[in-house]
Every structure is written in structure tokens, then in C-alpha cells.
């Protein structure tokens, strides 16, 4: 056993690339502004463009379904790695448990921990294959603005982890990985075409982080304004933002999907075409 927990904290922790990593602005692979931009910005026409190319031949569900497989099991071990990663960094690695909350002012971006927050952004631009699954399935008005809002500023969110030492982040990252694993088990599940009973179950968990997050962000600005300060403030306020507008956009979701006006709406004939009209966010929010 303890052999096992050697090995990991080397391969997690200790690795010379892990513990000597340094986010470096303009030098770090996608580190730079203009990237984050362009990523962004490739990944918003590409859903407006994508579905206008009539042109291009339907992809069978039959070669889909493995891709789905194989994309759905890399981020569900990723998940893992990261949320182990992550834990075993934070406790070989904070001075005392409060730093956890709050990293000291100009806390420089540098040590296995950021190695995961860094992890954690390239992740998140590989999250952009599930929106390109949804379309190439040929199942756009499944593509709801909360996937296409959230996916967009995650990114964003990341990077102002990495670049303003945003203190916090251990605590959320370490939820949201967790969180993943069980979503991409759920995709997974999907994409094996076996559909999971307990969906209501992950859509709880994942609301649950974001008042969980409210808790950590609140002891943040406690510790901020009762001590000598904490690193990264003003991504404090991007957070807050982002995570508020996330809670109101899942617990909509859940409304409409496990609500008591979900289960009449559910089924609908529509020109014989068996609609399921709980899924059909995309429009309800009108982007098509
Ligand atoms: C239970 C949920 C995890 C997923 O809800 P959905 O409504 O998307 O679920 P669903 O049952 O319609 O999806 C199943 C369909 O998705 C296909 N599918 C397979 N892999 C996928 C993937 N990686 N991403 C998106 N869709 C995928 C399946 O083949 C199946 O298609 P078919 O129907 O053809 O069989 C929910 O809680 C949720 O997150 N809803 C918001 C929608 C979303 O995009 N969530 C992820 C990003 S938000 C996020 O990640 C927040 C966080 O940080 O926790």
C-alpha cells in the first residue's frame, strides 16, 4: 500500500515536469491572450458554421458511437487523474489549510498545483468535442445555450486561475473533476448506448458543486478582508458571476427535465416524428 501511494505521489506530484512547472505568459503553450481568443472564437463559429454546411454527408450513428466512447472514457480517466492529481498536490503542498482558501498576494504560478490548473485549462478546450459530437450527430437542437455558455467561459475561467494565481482554485478544481467523472460515465453510458436511470442524480450533484463553490468563495473574501489579503481577487469576481449564472441555468434545466411540467411535455407527436420536447433547450433559448 505504501508502495502504491509512493508511486502516485511521484507520478502526481513529484515528476521533475510536474514540480518544476512554471506558468509562463507567452512562453507556456497556450498561454498567451490571443489564443484564448482564437480558441474561443473558433469554437463560437464553428457552431454557427457546422450546421449551415448542408452539404456535408451524413455521419453514421455506427461510427459516432465508438468515437463517443473512446472521447467520453479519455475525459472520464482525465477527470480522475486531475481530481487525484490535484488532492495529492494540495496536501503534499499547502503550508497550513487556509491556504487552500487563500494564497498569499503575488503567489507566483509556479509548483505541482498550478501543473493541474494547467492540466485542467487544455482539458477544458478538449471538453469543445462534446459540442462537435452533439453536431455532427446531426442533433443541433440538442445543443442548448447552457452547454454552449458553459463551455465557452470555462475556459476563460481557467485562465484566469493561471494567470492571476487565483487563489480558490485546489477547492473548485478538485470538486469539478470529481463532479466530471461521474458526467462522463454518464456520456459513456450514452454513448454504449445504455441510458442510466440515475441522470437526475448527476444534474443534483452538479448543482450541489455550485452552492458548495458559494461556501469557498465566501471564506475567500472573509479571508481577503480579515488578513493580509488573498491572491487573484478580481477572478474572484469572474467566478462569482460565472458560477451564480451557471445555478440559475441548471436549476432551469432540472426544472425542465425533471419538473412536474416536464413529464407532460415529454412526449409529443408531432407529424408522427416522436419529439422530446425536455431536451429542446437549444430553442427554448434561441440559438439555431
Ligand atoms: C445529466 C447531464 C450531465 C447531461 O444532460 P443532457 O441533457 O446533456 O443528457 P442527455 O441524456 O440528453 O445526453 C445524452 C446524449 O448525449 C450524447 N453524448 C455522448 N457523449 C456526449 C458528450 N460528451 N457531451 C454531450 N453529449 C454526449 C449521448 O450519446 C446521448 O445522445 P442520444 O440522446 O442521441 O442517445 C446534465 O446534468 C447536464 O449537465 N445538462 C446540461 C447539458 C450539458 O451540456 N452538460 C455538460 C456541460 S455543463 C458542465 O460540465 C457543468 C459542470 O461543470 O458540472
Not at 458553459?150 to 469539478?176: D, E, G, K, R
Not at 425542465?256 to 433559448?285: E, M, P, R
Request: aromatic share 16%; net charge positive; with cysteine.
Amino acid at each position: 500500500m505504501s508502495n502504491i501511494l509512493a508511486a502516485l505521489e511521484y507520478w502526481l506530484v513529484n515528476h521533475p515536469t510536474i514540480k518544476n512547472f512554471t506558468w509562463t505568459p507567452g512562453k507556456t503553450m497556450a498561454s498567451t491572450p490571443q489564443f484564448l481568443c482564437f480558441t474561443i472564437l473558433s469554437y463560437l463559429s464553428s457552431i454557427f458554421i457546422f450546421p449551415q454546411m448542408k452539404s456535408l454527408p451524413s455521419i453514421p450513428q455506427s461510427f459516432l458511437r465508438p468515437i463517443s466512447a473512446v472521447h467520453n472514457t479519455s475525459l472520464l480517466l482525465l477527470s480522475f487523474v486531475m481530481a487525484l492529481g490535484c488532492l495529492l498536490s494540495t496536501i503534499s503542498h499547502a503550508p497550513h489549510v487556509h491556504w487552500v482558501i487563500c494564497f498569499p498576494p503575488q503567489t507566483k504560478p509556479t509548483g505541482p498545483i498550478f501543473f493541474w490548473a494547467y492540466i485542467f485549462y487544455l482539458s477544458k478546450i478538449l471538453e469543445f468535442m462534446d459540442t462537435l459530437l452533439i453536431i455532427l450527430s446531426n442533433s443541433i437542437q440538442r445543443l442548448s445555450f447552457l452547454h454552449v455558455y458553459h463551455h465557452s467561459n470555462v475556459v476563460i475561467m481557467c485562465y484566469i486561475w493561471l494567470q492571476t494565481s487565483q487563489t480558490l482554485f485546489p477547492a473548485v478544481l478538485f470538486t469539478n473533476a470529481s463532479v466530471h467523472v461521474l458526467m462522463y460515465a454518464y456520456y459513456l453510458s450514452c454513448a454504449l448506448g445504455v441510458r442510466p436511470k440515475w441522470k437526475k442524480l448527476v444534474t443534483n450533484i452538479q448543482i450541489m458543486q455550485f452552492y458548495s463553490s458559494f461556501v469557498v468563495l465566501s471564506l475567500m473574501l472573509y479571508y481577503h478582508f480579515t488578513g493580509s489579503g488573498c491572491s487573484g481577487v478580481w477572478g474572484w469576481t469572474f467566478n462569482v458571476v460565472f458560477y451564480s449564472s451557471l445555478l440559475v441555468l441548471f436549476v432551469d434545466f432540472h426544472k425542465k427535465n425533471y419538473g412536474s411540467t416536464a413529464n407532460s411535455q415529454k412526449k409529443f407527436t408531432l407529424n408522427n416524428v416522436k419529439h422530446d420536447y425536455s431536451k429542446d433547450l437549444f430553442c427554448a433559448y434561441h440559438i439555431s
